[in-house]
């Protein structure tokens, strides 16, 4: 018998049954608008295939479903379903769902996208002989035209728009691509009933005009909508506030760790005092202060902040907000972007805290942070953390690194300019102020510098910086090195098929060369704008603080390996990654972690530093990135997510996307999603925390069996 899998199997089984009811049947033949339930007429050869997918009509009591046998060739075999008639409008409705029932031997993972758009989609995962519903939330291209009078700043909006990364035309839904990713083995998979659902019931303008404002509650909670846990009252604090003394009494922490969260009863290997990575019986892991193992569960941005929203010229949107001069004034705050607009702020997060816990919110707040975090079975404070929590060096943590430092322009995610003096004199400074803090503290697991940067195509900086002015210090790098390739400048014009008159003329021109005839330099100046890069951020980290780990800078290949855009490029990236960093960090908005292995030729451990599941049936109006149904599937998806991650031999570590909620009313930039293990009055939500535990209480032995 093949005991990792049996071990897999007896701790599904045991997380299962700490959740609430996961596997509940789905409902059938409801009276949802059909899209399509394969009766009658049908045409089968109407359903195209991928790789080795085999598809056939079954009866069952039910009437007619389409069955689908997949095998093991490719990371997503799958079916696209056209809309008979050539597209459907859904643009009255939210969701698109569908009956999904496992009838094979292999559990097995069912997702959706609609018009294959990447995030356009949600999957569920199917035990043999369960039925489950799949549902996809559509994210739309646009609110209605009214809408952008009396909303700024919001990214969702009341009713249902929640736009995201990919957006979809509701009235233009063509297809259904139908995906069974990671095959362990044949999987028979029955789908019926594809159906809308949902209303999608914005506001009237009339009601905008007149009775819709205030939309925000004096609790900071969106006023128009009733869910568990809401608070109604002043003294509903303190309700809740008892309640999860309890639940935190009754879940102190895992057993068998130590101070730090490491396995206490695990391996025992060197011990150096700090936190380092190290490949143990080929997986690798992390190796705490006390030579235990360690794998980093953590949480990002535990910090009191999280509900700050700018409030210039969106007043009215509030129910309450203080008096200048009162106690509870000293949650306004100011902002200054960039572009030197300055915008009041007001940290509702803060307000709530201050209610909750009286004049000693903060120190109170710190208290339980930690108490949560290891009650909840984790054990890393993660990026964009409060300082005065982590330092109280009760629990592991991370730290981010930004710096001053000029950039390349039209860079979306302002890559600087590597090249200049600045940019490491920058780095250095900021390192610099971590001296007598987190640097060389044994609590510290290290630094994240920057988070996100765009990585191009593999010619993009070389063109960026051919595009800039002739004082960026870059392009003077990189017309050198043209220099020493070509003898002269018709040497390179005749490579490249363009006119310069001379190297100057190069050097004063703005415009970019035909991208194809001059990759091969282009991509040669990528590699080094690369190279240096991670070596500086390397260098800077290690000065101030030679005992902490380069945790690189969060690369955001959400779809990498398997659907990455310029695939051999990405693997280019993180290989030079691999060369700086002592643990590459990667942001993965998807369903698993499990695909997620460098390339070939970088044996290096890896790191996630977002990931996240919402919803919008506990009272925010945009789910996030990763969108499910419900609270009890946002639990489940958790659980799947981690166990995924520990199954992966490079990961040491998963950070959820964040602690607390955003304000429904948006941060600076719009972002208003449902986030949080807690929510903005603080009050956990307890599907997603005891799912966090199930998982978290047994991560070392969960790993070990892999």
């Not at 780990?549 to 693997?571: D, M, T, V």
């Amino acid at each position: 018998m093949n005991t990792k899998w049996l071990v897999k199997v007896l701790v599904i089984v045991l997380i299962s049954s700490c959740m609430f009811s996961i596997y509940q049947c789905a409902p059938k033949k409801t009276q949802l608008p059909v899209l399509m339930d394969f009766e009658g007429n049908f045409d089968i050869k109407s359903v195209e295939t991928t790789d080795d997918v085999k598809v056939n009509l079954i009866k069952n009591r039910d009437g007619t479903a389409l069955r689908v046998i997949t095998g093991q060739k490719g990371n997503r075999p799958g079916i696209m379903i056209n809309a008979p008639g050539g597209e459907w409008d859904l643009s009255d409705y939210l969701y698109v769902e569908m009956d999904v029932k496992n009838t094979g031997t292999t559990e097995a993972w069912v997702s959706c996208r609609l018009n294959n758009k990447p995030w356009i989609t949600s999957r569920v995962y199917t035990t043999p002989g369960k039925m489950r519903t799949l549902k996809v939330f559509y994210k739309r291209s646009d609110p209605p035209e009214y809408f952008k009078k009396y909303f700024t700043g919001m990214k969702g909006m009341p009713g249902g728009f929640a736009p995201g990364w990919s957006r979809i035309d509701s009235k233009k839904i063509f297809r259904l691509f139908i995906s069974f990713p990671e095959p362990q083995g044949e999987q028979i998979i029955e789908i019926d009933n594809i159906r809308a659902s949902g209303s999608y019931d914005p506001p009237s303008e009339e009601e905008l005009k007149t009775t819709f404002f205030p939309f925000i509650d004096k609790f900071a909670q969106y006023k128009y909508k009733e869910w568990p846990g809401k608070i109604h009252s002043f003294e509903d604090f303190e309700k809740y506030r008892k309640e999860e003394r309890v639940d935190l009494d009754r879940n102190k922490e895992p057993v068998n760790r130590n101070r730090y969260g490491g396995w206490e009863k695990g391996p025992k290997l060197k011990a150096t005092g700090y936190f380092r990575p190290e490949k143990y019986r080929e997986k690798w892991w992390l190796v705490d202060p006390e030579g235990r193992l360690f794998w980093s569960h953590g949480i990002d941005c535990v910090r009191p902040g999280s509900g700050t929203t700018p409030i210039t010229e969106k007043k009215h949107y509030f129910e309450y907000l203080p008096e200048p001069g009162s106690p509870e004034s000293q949650f306004y705050n100011k902002r200054t972007t960039s572009e030197g607009k300055t915008t009041e702020t007001f940290n509702l997060t803060g307000l709530n805290l201050f209610r909750k816990y009286g004049e000693d919110w903060k120190a109170k707040y710190s208290e339980i942070s930690h108490k949560r975090l290891r009650s909840w079975g984790l054990n890393t404070i993660a990026n964009w953390s409060d300082a005065d929590i982590y330092l109280q060096r009760k629990t592991p943590y991370v730290v981010s690194i930004n710096y001053s430092s000029k950039n390349l322009k039209e860079s979306p995610h302002k890559f600087p300019d590597v090249f200049d003096p600045d940019f490491k004199r920058g780095l250095q400074e900021r390192m610099a102020s971590e001296k007598g803090k987190s640097a060389n503290d044994s609590w510290c697991l290290g630094y994240f510098v920057d988070n996100e940067l765009s990585w191009g195509d593999g010619a993009y900086f070389a063109l960026l910086t051919l595009k800039a002015a002739p004082d960026l210090y870059g392009k003077k790098i990189l017309i050198n090195d043209l220099k020493a390739k070509y003898e002269e400048i018709k040497d390179l014009n005749r490579s490249w098929g363009t006119e310069y008159s001379s190297w100057d003329d190069m050097l004063q021109s703005r415009e970019a060369p035909d991208k194809e005839k001059a990759f091969p330099d282009l991509n040669a100046f990528d590699k080094k704008v690369t190279k240096t890069y991670f070596r500086t951020c390397r260098e800077a980290v290690k000065e101030a603080a030679p005992n902490n780990l380069y945790l690189g800078c969060r690369i955001s290949f959400h779809f990498y390996p398997n659907e990455q855009r310029n695939l051999e490029w990405a693997k280019q990236v993180i290989g030079i990654a691999g060369e700086y960093c002592d643990v590459i960090s990667f942001n993965r908005y998807r369903y698993s972690a499990k695909p997620l292995v460098p390339p070939e030729g970088t044996d290096k451990p890896l790191i996630i530093g977002e990931w996240q599941f919402g919803a919008m049936d506990r009272g925010m109006i945009h789910p996030g990135p990763c969108a499910v149904p419900d609270q009890e599937l946002r639990g489940e998806s958790y659980i799947r997510y981690v166990s995924g991650a520990l199954e992966n031999p490079f990961l040491v570590g998963t950070h959820w996307f964040l602690y607390a909620d955003q304000a429904v009313t948006g941060r600076f930039d719009g972002e208003n999603y449902q986030l949080g293990f807690l929510d903005i009055c603080d009050t956990p939500y307890m599907e997603t925390v005891n799912a966090c535990r199930s998982i978290g209480y047994s991560i070392y032995k969960y790993r070990n069996a892999f």
